[in-house]
């Protein structure tokens, strides 16, 4: 009998199995991987004010690399920060995981059944006083999202690249499919990860198409890749509007989630990171039992929905208000606001005052077509404005 039973390796129950280990060793817990490593094939990043310091403390063994700032680039607007990025490596993730966790790791472990408090394995029924359910985002009729979509490639250089810091947005590419831009970390002198990256109405893209991007951007940059080595990809949602009510009624009766399937994201990013810190935290704290973790997941989940409002409605701005090839548009204007206010939105905890910001002077989209876009609800994202 475990106390707790992650089914999915990923970022979220990596993150939870690894801080219960370290903050509450009595608890019997069991991490279940249908692969034959944690973390699968991710680089995840973050800034430094998405977390506070003492989440920093805790997750600092995991980080592969950190950078005092970044860049963006837009065909009017270049732009140098000085918030400062980090990024964990799958690769560092199941290397730190696996030696803390040992034999409360099963990898090559795909569960034929899930339920709120067992998992069948191999035959073998896990009993738990409870089961998470970690496996990555499933479909839901009640969330309707877009998606950013991304190809990236660890390349070595056959020169050094002499970039120093991230460019998380460089949108001077053609503006091909949707908002397009090429995000690039330094990993060494010679080493960068480059993703082609694009925000699009449907979750399908053409790898191919993306790798020929890839190495016209590298060349429009000057660089001759010598060999290119790790490849991943993603899809993730982007909300514009839904019912997290439904949404969690429509779960198995009693089974806890987390991650995407926790509809635990950035509205506008996809990203995961800070929320999976933040809700580690939650289930880490001693007052609470293995029996309260589907309502602590679910109650914050539903929390962060509703801070998230304000986010779904730019995204509407954002696929509804103006044609593909000028969204780009909104983003440049975005990081032309104050940095500690781009921070903010970022760690999703946007003030009132930075929400009338945002939308304050001219819109860089048609008012009647934003006004229009505000109230897009039941609609599918168009490649025409509305």
Same mark, same amino acid.
């Given at each position: 009998?475990?106390?707790?039973?992650?089914?999915?390796?990923?970022?979220?129950?990596?993150?939870?199995?690894?801080?219960?280990?370290?903050?509450?060793?009595?608890?019997?817990?069991?991490?279940?991987?249908?692969?034959?490593?944690?973390?699968?094939?991710?680089?995840?990043?973050?800034?430094?004010?998405?977390?506070?310091?003492?989440?920093?403390?805790?997750?600092?063994?995991?980080?592969?690399?950190?950078?005092?700032?970044?860049?963006?680039?837009?065909?009017?607007?270049?732009?140098?920060?000085?918030?400062?990025?980090?990024?964990?490596?799958?690769?560092?993730?199941?290397?730190?995981?696996?030696?803390?966790?040992?034999?409360?790791?099963?990898?090559?472990?795909?569960?034929?059944?899930?339920?709120?408090?067992?998992?069948?394995?191999?035959?073998?029924?896990?009993?738990?006083?409870?089961?998470?359910?970690?496996?990555?985002?499933?479909?839901?009729?009640?969330?309707?999202?877009?998606?950013?979509?991304?190809?990236?490639?660890?390349?070595?250089?056959?020169?050094?690249?002499?970039?120093?810091?991230?460019?998380?947005?460089?949108?001077?590419?053609?503006?091909?499919?949707?908002?397009?831009?090429?995000?690039?970390?330094?990993?060494?002198?010679?080493?960068?990860?480059?993703?082609?990256?694009?925000?699009?109405?449907?979750?399908?893209?053409?790898?191919?198409?993306?790798?020929?991007?890839?190495?016209?951007?590298?060349?429009?940059?000057?660089?001759?890749?010598?060999?290119?080595?790790?490849?991943?990809?993603?899809?993730?949602?982007?909300?514009?509007?839904? #019912?997290?009510? @439904?949404?969690?009624?429509? +779960? %198995?009766?009693?089974?806890?989630?987390?991650? *995407? !399937? /926790?509809?635990?994201?950035?509205?506008?990013?996809?990203?995961?990171?800070?929320?999976?810190?933040?809700?580690?935290?939650?289930?880490?704290?001693?007052?609470?039992?293995?029996?309260?973790?589907?309502?602590?997941?679910?109650?914050?989940?539903?929390?962060?929905?509703?801070?998230?409002?304000?986010?779904?409605?730019?995204?509407?701005?954002?696929?509804?208000?103006?044609?593909?090839?000028?969204?780009?548009?909104?983003?440049?204007?975005?990081?032309?606001?104050?940095?500690?206010?781009?921070?903010?939105?970022?760690?999703?905890?946007?003030?009132?005052? #930075?929400?009338? @910001?945002?939308?304050?002077? +001219? %819109?860089?989209?048609?008012?009647?077509?934003? *006004? !229009? /876009?505000?109230?897009?609800?039941?609609?599918?994202?168009?490649?025409?404005?509305?």
């Amino acid at each position: 009998m475990h106390d707790l039973i992650l089914v999915g390796g990923g970022l979220a129950n990596g993150l939870i199995a690894w801080r219960l280990n370290q903050q509450r060793p009595d608890l019997r817990i069991l991490l279940l991987e249908r692969e034959g490593a944690l973390g699968g094939n991710h680089t995840w990043s973050f800034y430094g004010p998405d977390l506070t310091p003492a989440q920093h403390a805790w997750l600092a063994p995991l980080i592969s690399h950190r950078w005092p700032g970044y860049e963006v680039r837009f065909p009017t607007h270049h732009r140098r920060l000085s918030t400062p990025c980090f990024s964990i490596a799958s690769a560092r993730f199941h290397e730190v995981l696996t030696q803390a966790l040992k034999t409360s790791v099963r990898l090559n472990a795909a569960p034929e059944r899930v339920g709120s408090n067992s998992v069948r394995l191999h035959g073998e029924t896990l009993q738990a006083r409870v089961v998470i359910d970690g496996r990555g985002p499933a479909p839901s009729a009640h969330l309707r999202c877009a998606w950013q979509k991304f190809l990236g490639q660890e390349v070595t250089m056959a020169q050094p690249h002499g970039q120093a810091l991230p460019i998380i947005m460089d949108a001077t590419v053609a503006q091909d499919d949707g908002y397009r831009f090429v995000y690039t970390l330094p990993l060494d002198e010679r080493r960068l990860l480059i993703e082609d990256t694009y925000y699009g109405a449907e979750p399908g893209f053409d790898a191919d198409a993306l790798r020929g991007r890839i190495a016209a951007y590298a060349a429009g940059r000057g660089w001759r890749i010598d060999r290119i080595g790790r490849e991943e990809t993603g899809v993730l949602p982007v909300t514009l509007d839904g #019912d997290i009510e @439904r949404f969690w009624t429509d +779960k %198995p009766a009693g089974l806890a989630c987390s991650g *995407l !399937r /926790a509809a635990l994201f950035h509205a506008t990013t996809g990203y995961s990171l800070p929320f999976a810190v933040r809700l580690t935290d939650r289930l880490a704290d001693s007052a609470l039992q293995p029996e309260d973790f589907h309502a602590c997941i679910s109650d914050f989940s539903r929390r962060q929905w509703q801070r998230q409002a304000y986010l779904r409605l730019l995204n509407r701005m954002l696929f509804f208000a103006s044609a593909p090839a000028q969204r780009y548009r909104i983003l440049q204007r975005f990081y032309r606001l104050p940095q500690p206010l781009i921070e903010r939105f970022y760690a999703g905890r946007l003030t009132p005052w #930075d929400q009338l @910001r945002i939308l304050s002077g +001219k %819109p860089p989209v048609p008012l009647g077509a934003a *006004l !229009r /876009a505000m109230f897009a609800f039941g609609k599918e994202p168009s490649s025409k404005p509305s």
